[in-house]
């Protein structure tokens, strides 16, 4: 059975999941594609997961922490696993497009070419929020476009990581 707890952050109240151990889930309440059901889940604030995920978050606000190291387990199609894990790989401080990812994809599909726009619908549905920073992702000429938790939040954290050069029309 899924675990759950509410962390207040900077930007926010979210909603934190566990299963088997691993954090499954990370969503700012009321952010598109949050579960609406958590409260059917078990509530467990002193899980262990949770802990240090607060203290990790705590961090990362304050700018001491760069990478999340904590054991995540998001679930999704195998596309949509294939590109939060190259989420994972963009390191902090700076950003890339839906283009580039789109083409780092295309060898795990036998050199089939995924639109970006297929590429924007799985970084939208990333389940762990801010632990795989869907955030970095940005439009083809550099625009900040999309982000579930809200645009607002995405230049937020950004910002928190010192990108340069954000192109912002909110």
Avoid at 34 to 39: D, S, T
Avoid at 40 to 64: I, K, M, N, S
Avoid at 131 to 153: D, F, K, M, Q, W
Wanted: charged content about 20%; hydrophobic content about 40%; glycine content about 10%.
């Amino acid at each position: 059975m899924k675990r759950y707890c509410t962390i207040l952050t900077p930007l926010g109240e979210m909603i934190a999941a566990v299963e088997q151990e691993h954090l499954c889930g990370l969503w700012f309440v009321g952010q598109k594609h949050a579960p609406e059901h958590f409260r059917e889940w078990l509530p467990d604030p002193d899980h262990q997961v949770f802990t240090a995920l607060r203290g990790q978050l705590d961090a990362y606000f304050a700018g001491r922490l760069r990478r999340f190291d904590l054991p995540v387990a998001p679930r999704g199609t195998p596309f949509q696993m294939a590109t939060w894990a190259l989420l994972r790989a963009i390191p902090p401080g700076t950003v890339t497009t839906y283009g580039a990812l789109a083409r780092q994809l295309a060898p795990e599909r036998e050199g089939r070419m995924t639109s970006a726009r297929a590429v924007g619908g799985a970084v939208g549905r990333n389940p762990i929020s801010i632990v795989i920073p869907c955030h970095r992702v940005v439009g083809a000429n550099g625009s900040l476009t999309g982000y579930a938790g809200g645009l607002e939040r995405k230049v937020a954290l950004l910002t928190l990581e010192n990108v340069a050069n954000l192109k912002i029309s909110i």
